[in-house]
């Protein structure tokens, strides 16, 4: 993969740049640290608080990309022990020999989630995989476009590159399709906080929530079917 490269953000932890798109997978100001904001905790964490600590978790996440938020929802799992099956769509897998250099395992503090990073990429395609009694992953080569399922997620990570980059992704009718893939009281979670896209999750029928960003970013969007 000539147009991608490993780049280093704020807090240690790895990125890549796309140079075709002009744009990273990350923020700049820390992966890791955005990640575990924007998903894990406004996510994740946030839909188990309001649903009363469930010990089953369904996630659907737009963009599998570099792993890093199914690492961190896999640690999530075992820590909390509770039952998460991950789900997510990517039409452009990443080669093996990008993923073995990503230091994600090192910047989290937990040498031993390498196996699991391994795992989470080596394991196959289009299949439902147990990776450890807490944590099954799905995933599936696809764009979110022509993605069908009659499957329901309680929490929905929407990772696409920014909408400047990839306005197709962010559309109402695609929002719309998000809105529908979610159960009742299920949370949609993202690091953008554009105006369109408040305007329009709310026109599909979402609650819209701005909330603190990340390290660097100001604020973020969630939203969630009520
Ligand atoms: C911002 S990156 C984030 C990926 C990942 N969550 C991570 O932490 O590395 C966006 C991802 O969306 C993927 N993508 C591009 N077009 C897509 C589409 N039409 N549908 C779903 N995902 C897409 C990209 O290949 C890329 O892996």
Redesign the pocket.
Known sequence: MENIKIITTEDGSH??Y?EGLK????SFHG?LQE?VHVFIEKGLRFWRTKSGLPKQVDIF??????????LLTAQFAIDNEVKINFT?????P?DMEIIDQLNYATSIGQDNLKTVFKELHSCKWEENIEISPYFSIHKIK????D?QTDQRFDVL?F????PSK?A??WTADLLQKCFSLLREGGVFTTYSAKGQLKRDLKSVGFEVETLPGPPGKKEMVRGIVN
């Open positions: 990125s890549l796309h744009e990273t997978y990350h992966a990640s996440e737009v963009g599998f990309g570099t792993g890093l938020n199914a997510t769509i990517e039409p452009y990443l696809s764009k979110l476009e993605f990570f990772d696409a590159f920014a990839q197709e992704l």
